[in-house]
């Protein structure tokens, strides 16, 4: 048997109630990271968090990267480098105050 189809077998996917728990942990994080943890609610972090899963995904996927079956943890990172770099983007597109 392939040991890459048993990998993939191990590492259930995120339901909706992960992805809304991964990304408010990971927008969360993002945001203390970033410094705008103090103008970021809950709703907010989450939908950050689950923006930047979708954008940490497709960028590791461009350097070839297998975002699938490598586990919670590999999920949580890349939500979080996701959400980091959207809050990047967010900070040099919005005007200061």
């Known amino acids: 048997m392939d040991t890459t189809l048993m990998a993939l077998g191990s590492a259930p996917p995120l339901s909706f109630l992960g992805w809304i728990i991964f990304g408010g942990l990971a927008g969360w994080l993002a ?6 943890n103090d103008r970021t609610g809950i709703v907010l972090n989450v939908v950050v968090g689950v923006i930047g ?8 996927a461009l ?15 890349t939500c979080l480098l996701g959400a980091i770099i ?12």
């Open 31 to 36: 945001s203390v990271i970033m410094k705008t």
């Open 53 to 60: 899963g979708l954008i940490g995904g497709w960028i590791l």
């Open 63 to 77: 350097f070839g990267v297998d975002t699938v079956g490598h586990g919670w943890w590999f999920s949580f990172l």
């Open 86 to 97: 959207l809050l990047g983007i967010v900070r040099v597109v919005t005007p200061k105050r």
